[in-house]
């Protein structure tokens, strides 16, 4: 079976960086689209951003190119979020999925989901 397991998680002071990590167990990772979702207390899971199967990165606004960068390493089975200038509003419970079918932004259209890790960003 496929198993994420995200880590890199914690505590954080604004403006700094941290990178989470996602391992992804199984044979076929190279052939997974993954994305990177984050759910804060009493809000929904959102959306962050996206690697193809090929190694392009998928924004849902131009935006977030400039602080969160994703990246794959298939000899690893691991996918990167590399998150810098940090800010308190980024706090939430951090998720990798694995294989969207139909749309990378949407969460229900996941085939597999990690644990989550906490990211916390204090003032």
């Known amino acids: 079976q496929v198993q994420l397991v995200e880590s890199g998680g914690g505590l954080v002071q604004a403006g700094g960086s941290l990178r989470l990590s996602c391992e992804v167990s199984g044979r076929t990772f190279s052939s997974f689209a993954m994305g990177w979702f984050r759910q804060a207390p009493g809000k929904g899971r959102e959306f962050v951003t996206a690697v193809t199967r090929s190694g392009g990165a998928i924004y849902y606004t131009d935006s977030m190119k400039g602080r969160f960068t994703i990246s794959r390493d298939n000899a690893k089975n691991t996918v990167y979020l590399q998150m810098n200038s940090l800010k308190p509003e980024d706090t939430a419970v951090y998720y990798c999925?694995?294989?969207?079918?139909?749309?990378?932004?949407?969460?229900?259209?996941?085939?597999?989901w990690g644990q989550g890790t906490q990211v916390t960003v204090s003032s």
């Open positions: 999925a694995a294989d969207p079918m139909g749309s990378y932004y949407r969460p229900n259209d996941y085939r597999y």
